[in-house]
């Protein structure tokens, strides 16, 4: 049982790490954006209330947030440990996700934090395709899928995100330089912080990863 928090800017590689970590150890992964976003899809009532605040790029407010992450964990198949991909964002989140975990006996283990470029990122994230199905993302001339406009994985149609645009890309820079770069710190502080370089191809990242974590149980 392993819990593992995913840290880096947007377009840094976490959905693409945080997935391939979770199935090689066989955890499951909880990533904040794609919940929003397939509730989104579905039209239900919480994709409603956090629509505009992801196409602003801005932080959905923290009780939505947090009461999600918080049912999801109390879920069976969490008990074998998770890995978080995009959550915490903030020193409110981190707080509370500590003392839930902790009221089950449990703490996150590690935090990853992938650092790459501005110019890298924006590059990432202009070219960037994510399944309506399955929001696996790839990237049209780095990671480009085998069939055009298809998921490699599912089959599912590939789309832009309307976050990924000029404005909102800006703006989602900014938060996570205000609101997120402090739980770099709250995680150095508690001895768990993994620093990780994240340029080169998603294979090479996908190695210092595993190897910072500890490569043979994995
Ligand atoms: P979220 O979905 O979490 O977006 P993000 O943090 O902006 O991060 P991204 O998903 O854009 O990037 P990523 O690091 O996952 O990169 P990826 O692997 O896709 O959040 C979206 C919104 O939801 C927020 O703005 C907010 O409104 C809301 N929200 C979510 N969580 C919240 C929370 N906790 N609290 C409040 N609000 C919340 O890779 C990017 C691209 O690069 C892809 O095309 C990929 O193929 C490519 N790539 C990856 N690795 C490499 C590599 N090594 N080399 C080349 N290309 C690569
Ligand atoms: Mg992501
Ligand atoms: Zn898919």
Redesign the pocket.
Known sequence: MVYIV?L???????????ASVARKLKLVHI????L??QALERGTELGLA?KS??E???????QI?IGM?LERISAPDSGVGAVF??????LK?AEALDEALARQGKAIDKAVH?GVSEE?LLK??G????CRQCQA???VS??PPRVEGRCDKCGGELYQ?P??SEE?IKK?LE??SDETTPLIDYYRRAGKLLEVA?????E??GKRIVAALGGERL
């Not at 994240?198 to 998603?202: A, L």
């Open positions: 995913f880096g800017a947007p377009g840094a590689g976490k959905g693409t790490q945080a990533a904040t954006g794609d929003f976003r956090v605040y992801m602003k790029g801005v932080l959905v407010p923290d947030t992450v991909d995009g959550f915490p964002r903030n989140q992938i890298a990432r994230l070219g960037r395709r994510v993302p790839c990237h780095d990671s995100r976050d990924d909102s989602r938060v996570y994240g340029e080169g191809g998603v090479a990242v």
